[in-house]
């Protein structure tokens, strides 16, 4: 093997590692779904943490200009997937990105010994957050992979990184021998599969290294397998947000524990995730305001998941769209469109009607870009609280909107469909050509009124005087050898030839061109590279 003693746990090293984190557990999830039978055979566990991860690389990628330190990026990453936690795994797999950066924020040169520190800080918080700690579980591969790192803990960061996930597949093959749920359903514990996921990813980006898993390795040969039975204990789980005194925790955690069981509470500094399994919503949700604010009120009936009963659905799409076009274009592809006008912004009520005039009940917000964003979040925040199931899918541009309305199944479950949305508006890369509007120092230069901008993500990387050549350059700079799609749609003052000079372009690099005619105004064209 290979050995890596010089790699630091820079920034960019833990925004990597969730990135890559994402895409294991993306990859993973179905299979991780499967595996759980404990504490509640409801087949989320996979989800849960992808979607955990999910939030915590979207709030890595937002740290901008990270300095060399890791604390910033560390910390962004702990709020970020505290604030994103989905079910018992996904609380739990915060709690440890929050002790590992407890542990890094320390540290302006992390060392094999800081991510061995950070690792066990991790455990010990998990353990701590969990008011009845089960063996077999999550809980006991990070333990197993803390006691790994210490082992080597004088090594460097790349040899604690091994040893830990070393160590964590281990003890997630012991799993079934510790929990007889595990044994008789014949696997290992999905949410200790996840973290080793997770901890894998972080081998990768400090070694290059990818662990490939046997075919059938995550399911053990059990002597007369008992037949599951269905689930038979508290049947609500009540998440939510809790913002309050660190003093009025332990109360908090008293009163939950006495109301049902997988009790995890878990944050710190005034913010708190919290997560429970009881017969009595109204005393969880009680207990939260008498301890402080609790906001994002998430209520599972964990008997009718775990049934898969059949049951009819309507989900609508609702998507912002900036010029006529797209709108148009939408509409054909059984989104609602919410237009807007020039240079305008969706309101709150807009999203509303859009999802309450469609009789649905279950709904997915396509902001477009990033100021309509946090409208539709708290669009998303009144529908839930007339019982509607909504979930904001992130897109910061119309072409990540079309990506992610491209690959919408109204026939997947609803989680399903979100993750597959998220990742194909994640997937595509965005640009545009604009006209500056008057003088300013920029990230490419200082630009005068009348200039061309060209934009990147959502930075100006280029100015120019000809449009056509701008938008060349950023397509250039968004294209790598892998790219196989660029979507151009074309605004209301697009140039007569820019279309057949970008495909005359992309034919010689063979890459494939896909035009939409928006109508947008203000951005001659926008560029979508996947």
């Not at 991860?53 to 990453?77: F, H, K, N, Q, T």
């Not at 109204?410 to 604009?434: H, L």
Request: aromatic content about 2%.
């Amino acid at each position: 093997m290979t050995q890596v003693s010089d790699v630091g746990l820079d920034a960019a090293a833990l925004r990597n590692w969730m990135r890559v984190s994402q895409d294991g557990l993306g990859a993973r999830r179905a299979e991780i779904d499967a595996l759980n039978v404990f504490p509640v055979p409801d087949g989320d566990t996979g989800t849960n943490m992808f979607l955990t991860v999910e939030a915590a690389a979207v709030a890595a990628s937002e740290v901008l200009d990270p300095a060399d330190v890791p604390g910033p990026m560390a910390d962004a990453i702990a709020r970020g997937a505290l604030l994103g936690a989905r079910g018992n795994s996904g609380v739990i797999l915060s709690q440890l990105l929050r002790g590992l950066a407890d542990i890094v924020r320390q540290a302006d040169e992390p060392t094999g010994a800081t991510l061995a520190a950070g690792l066990g800080r991790a455990a010990d918080l998990a353990y701590a957050a969990v008011s009845r700690p089960v063996e077999g579980t999550v809980l006991t591969v990070a333990r197993a992979a803390a006691e790994g790192a210490s082992a080597v803990a004088d090594g460097g960061v790349a040899a604690v990184a091994r040893a830990a996930a070393e160590h964590a597949r281990e003890a997630l093959a012991k799993t079934p021998t510790q929990l007889p749920a595990l044994a008789a359903a014949g696997v290992v514990d999905a949410g200790g599969k996840g973290l080793v996921v997770v901890l894998d990813s972080l081998v990768q980006v400090l070694t290059g290294e990818v662990h490939i898993d046997e075919i059938g390795e995550d399911v053990i040969v059990a002597h007369e397998p008992m037949p599951q039975g269905e689930y038979a204990g508290p049947r609500y789980e009540v998440m939510y947000l809790l913002d309050a005194e660190d003093v009025g925790i332990p109360e908090l955690r008293a009163r939950l524990d006495s109301l049902g069981d997988s009790l995890v509470v878990v944050g710190g500094g005034g913010l708190w995730n919290v997560h429970v399994h009881t017969d009595s919503i109204g005393a969880a949700v009680e207990a939260g305001i008498d301890a402080g604010r609790p906001h994002r009120i998430a209520v599972t009936d964990l008997i009718e998941q775990q049934r898969h009963q059949p049951r009819e659905i309507t989900r609508v799409v609702v998507a912002v769209a900036h010029g006529p076009g797209v709108a148009e274009l939408l509409e054909e592809s059984g989104a609602v469109a919410v237009r807007t006008p020039p240079r305008g912004r969706p309101s709150t009520r807009d999203f509303v009607r859009a999802v309450t005039s469609s009789g649905a009940r279950e709904a997915l917000l396509l902001p477009s870009d990033a100021d309509s964003t946090p409208v539709a979040k708290a669009a998303a925040e009144f529908l839930r609280d007339d019982d509607i199931r909504v979930a904001v899918v992130p897109s910061r541009s119309i072409v990540q909107t079309l990506s992610a309305v491209a690959v919408h199944d109204a026939a997947a479950g609803f989680d399903d469909d979100v993750v597959t949305m998220a990742r194909a508006s994640s997937a595509t890369r965005y640009g545009g050509v604009t006209i500056a509007s008057k003088e300013a120092i920029t990230t490419a230069g200082r630009c005068q009124v009348g200039d061309v901008l060209g934009l990147v993500d959502g930075d100006i990387v280029e100015i120019g005087s000809s449009i056509q050549d701008v938008a060349l350059r950023i397509i250039e700079r968004m294209s790598s050898s892998t790219s196989e799609l660029v979507t151009l749609v074309t605004g209301s003052d697009v140039p007569e030839d820019l279309v057949e000079t970008v495909e005359s372009h992309l034919r010689a690099a063979l890459v494939d061109l896909e035009v939409v005619t928006g109508g947008q105004p203000y951005w001659p064209v926008i560029v979508g590279v996947e």
